[in-house]
């Protein structure tokens, strides 16, 4: 807990690093030739589709999905991952990136039972603008866990060793239990029990 001023400040000099870098970064084109802090993997994932991650130091990822690129910020990277060496960092990234593509059909079909909740509410009445944002955040909370959840499937107890090397378990407990009650506060309030 005695850490707990230093990581405030610093997740707050991060979010305005990564806000100045967001803003700049489209401006100056999606894919720079090879900095030297950008690592590029090209893959298959296991539903058939070709997919290719980019990470690009801390502050943009791009992913590819068949056709579709999806340049986006790392926000649960950029926090998650804060403090840690460089390479485990990146590492992290890249199967967290990861994970959401090879999770993509799973993301399909949450978003289709959200839909069918959301469709169910309107049915019997309530409102679908408050309910559709929860499920846009539902949705959200749920593919990082299933992202994250797939590091830890590829990494095993090294996963656990990075964070307790960095002596920050709070981070990390912090996004398992946030987003884990995020998901299911969206999901009660979707479904109309509260």
Partial sequence: MKNLPFLLRENLCSLWSFLVVSIQRPRQGLRKPNPPDRTAQHLRTWYGLSA?????????HWVRLGFLPIPHP???NLFLRRGLPPAEKRKLSYWHELGHLQTVPWA???AAIYLGMLWWRAEIGGSLLWRGM???I???AIWELGAEGYVIRHMGRQY???YE???DMISLAAFWF?????AIITTWYIVGWG
């Fill in 134 to 136: 929860a499920a846009l």
């Fill in 108 to 110: 399909f079909l949450l």
């Fill in 160 to 162: 656990w060793q990075i």
């Fill in 74 to 76: 790392p926000l649960i």
């Fill in 178 to 182: 946030g987003l884990s009650l995020l």
């Fill in 165 to 167: 090397q960095r002596g």
């Fill in 52 to 60: 290719e991650v980019v990470i690009e130091g801390d502050y943009w």
């Fill in 138 to 140: 539902g949705h959200e």
